[in-house]
T-cell receptor, first 115, second 113 residues
């Protein structure tokens, strides 16, 4: 089963609005990573937040992590048409010696930003 | 430079063909990965190489054969594939396994006819 689950599965907003995506996971984690994927393209790493961090910022992106609720959120402020993409959360786990090689992705949120 | 380069970008092959996907990184990362992604689905892990040794094989059929010739290169050899193997194949790398940022390439689109 998926380690991470995003909510909502699809989100449509107007340019300039904020977009919030949520991610829930099931087991304890070392970190949680957010990725963006434009249609038919590779994955672009956005932010890595570690289990001892509660909030992290990068430009117009803000990520929060609540380990007690096993959830994370990604906020994109002042959205642009170019932000249209699928957004995935991913959690590393498994592997020998705590290597956490297995990065398991949630189902993703498809964000559409209308001009 | 946080770049993982994959070639070719597109590949069409018949079910009896033998082809290879290639991946290269020059970030000094010691872990490299192959993921498979079907349309409208999240990526799924196939293989992990750590220090040039196969560390994880997620029960992938033997018609997919990974190879790590050196610390910068990762290949995926394809033979006798099925149409359902058509997908986006993503290569990735990281320094410290999943404890560090995992960087992905642009992917290779594979169509099996």
């Amino acid at each position: 089963s998926q380690q991470g689950e995003e909510d909502p599965q699809a989100l449509s907003i107007q340019e300039g609005e904020n977009a919030t995506m949520n991610c829930s996971y099931k087991t304890s984690i070392n970190n949680l990573q957010w990725y963006r994927q434009n249609s038919g393209r590779g994955l672009v790493h956005l932010i890595l937040i570690r289990s001892n961090e509660r909030e992290k910022h990068s430009g117009r992106l803000r990520v929060t992590l609540d380990t007690s609720k096993k959830s994370s959120s990604l906020l994109i402020t002042a959205s642009r048409a170019a932000d249209t993409a699928s957004y995935f959360c991913a959690t590393p786990h498994g592997g020998s010696g705590g290597s956490n090689y297995k990065l398991t992705f949630g189902k993703g949120t498809l964000l559409t930003v209308n001009p | 430079d946080t770049e993982v380069t994959q070639t070719p970008k597109h590949l069409v092959m018949g079910m009896t063909n033998k082809k290879s996907l290639k991946c290269e990184q020059h970030m000094g990362h010691r872990a490299m990965y192959w993921y498979k992604q079907k349309a409208k689905k999240p990526p799924e892990l196939m293989f992990v190489y750590s220090y040039e040794k196969l560390s994880i094989n997620e029960s992938v059929p033997s018609r997919f054969s990974p190879e790590c010739p050196n610390s910068s290169l990762l290949n995926l050899h394809l033979h006798a594939l099925q149409p359902e193997d058509s997908a986006l194949y993503l290569c990735a790398s990281s320094q410290l396994g999943g404890r560090d940022t995992i960087y992905f390439g642009e992917g290779s689109w594979l169509t099996v006819v």
